[in-house]
Structure formats: C-alpha cells, structure tokens
C-alpha cells in the first residue's frame, strides 16, 4: 500500500505544507495574527474593491459554507480589516468593505503570495502550470458532480 500513488494523499500532504509555509511568512513578515483564509478574503475583496460585495459572494468564490464565511469575516471585522456597511438598496444586506488597515497591508501580503506562487511553480513551464491547473480543475468538477450525495 505504500508503494501505490494516492492522490488525495499527496494533495492534502501538499495543501498542508502550503499552509505552514505561507503562516511562517505571513508570521516572519508581522502579519501572523491573519490566516490563508482571510489573507485570501482581503485580497479578493481588494481586487474587487469597486463592487459591492456580500458575503454570500465569497461563500461562492471561495466554496465555502456560511458559517464558515461567517466565522472568518467575524474575525476580519474583529481584527479590524473589514467593516460591514447597510446596502442602499437592500438595508438587510451588508456590503464587505476593506478598512484602511487592510488597504496599507494589502500589497505587502500580495507581494509575498506572488513570490509563494513563484517558489511553488518553480521549475515548471508555462504549459506544465496550465496542465497542472487543468488537472486540479478535473479533480475539483469530479468531486462537485457528487456534492448532492453528501450535502
């Protein structure tokens, strides 16, 4: 059994060095007090900064559940890199809006996801990445086509 390739082995093994070594340098650079998660939540909300958006719009972008979108926005708004503001249209909603904070630390930990990019597709060709890429993305339909059997 241990000689036989598992791939759901290697992508969990790979998922957790990922995530030790990007909370080391998240750590190393001062902002150890935010997670894969959030850091992921700051940047999407800042390339998005002009556009309203909710939570029910991460929990799609990032495949997350609501109480798992709630639990992180609650610490992003705790820590003080988000607020949430009444929607002009819609007061029940709340539009996710990145603080000043969270806008001065945002290219820092963007630069260093880019060089984590870097360092994890070393190596590698252009074609190898989309292929790769390609690869993950079959993994990710495979197991969507069978949500309806676990949720």
Known sequence: M???KHVGYELRQTDIMIRRFAEHRRTAAGYGDLTFAQGGMIHYLYRH??????QKDL????DIRRSTATGILQNLEKNGYICRSCDAGDARMKQ??????????E??????????EALFCRGMSEEE??????????????????EDTYD
Request: proline share 2%; no cysteine; aromatic share 4%.
């Open 2 to 4: 241990d000689n036989e």
């Open 49 to 54: 900064r002009e556009e309203p958006i909710y």
């Open 59 to 62: 929990e799609k972008r990032f």
């Open 96 to 105: 996710i809006v990145l603080t000043q904070t969270a806008l001065d630390m």
């Open 107 to 116: 290219e820092a930990v963007r630069l260093l996801a880019e060089e984590d």
């Open 129 to 146: 990445i989309n292929r790769l890429m390609d690869l993950l993305g079959r993994i990710r339909r495979n197991i969507a086509e069978q």
